[in-house]
C-alpha cells in the first residue's frame, strides 16, 4: 500500500488543523493505520492508531482529547482532526499502515507516508 499525507500548514494556538493520509490500492480495510509525529531533534512518536475497521482508536497520553482519528474505507483515507493545538504540536507528521492490529510503536509499521509539516505558533 502507497500513503500520501496532506493537510498539514501554519496554524496559531488554540486552532485546528485536519490532516489526510489517502491510501492506495484496493485493501485498505486490512490496515491498521497510526498517525505519527516527528519534531526537530526527537525522535519520532506515537500519535494515534485506528483499526482496521474504524471501531478502535487509539491516543497517546498528550494528544488524546484534542485529536481524533476517524477512517473512511469507502475513500481510502484517514483523518486526524486536530483541535487546540499547542507550539508542542509542531513535528512532522508521518501516517504509517500495518496489517491487522495497530500499535503504538513506529517500527512495526511496515508502510510509511511522507510527512506533513505542521507548525503552531504562540
Known amino acids: 500500500v502507497q500513503l500520501q499525507a496532506s493537510g498539514g500548514g501554519l496554524v496559531q494556538a488554540g486552532g485546528s488543523l485536519r490532516l489526510s493520509c489517502a491510501a492506495s490500492g484496493r485493501t485498505f480495510s486490512t490496515y491498521a493505520v497510526g498517525w505519527f509525529r516527528q519534531a526537530p531533534g526527537k525522535e519520532r512518536e506515537f500519535a494515534a492508531a485506528i483499526s482496521r475497521s474504524g471501531g478502535t482508536p487509539y491516543y497517546s497520553d498528550s494528544v488524546k482529547d484534542r485529536f481524533t482519528i476517524s477512517r473512511d474505507n469507502a475513500k481510502n483515507t484517514v483523518y486526524l482532526q486536530m483541535n487546540t493545538l499547542k507550539p508542542g504540536d509542531t513535528a512532522v507528521y508521518y501516517c504509517?499502515?500495518?496489517?491487522?492490529?495497530?500499535?503504538?510503536?513506529?517500527?512495526?509499521?511496515?508502510?510509511w507516508g511522507q510527512g506533513t509539516l505542521v507548525t503552531v505558533s504562540s
Open positions: 504509517a499502515a500495518r496489517v491487522f492490529t495497530a500499535k503504538r510503536t513506529p517500527s512495526e509499521y511496515e508502510y
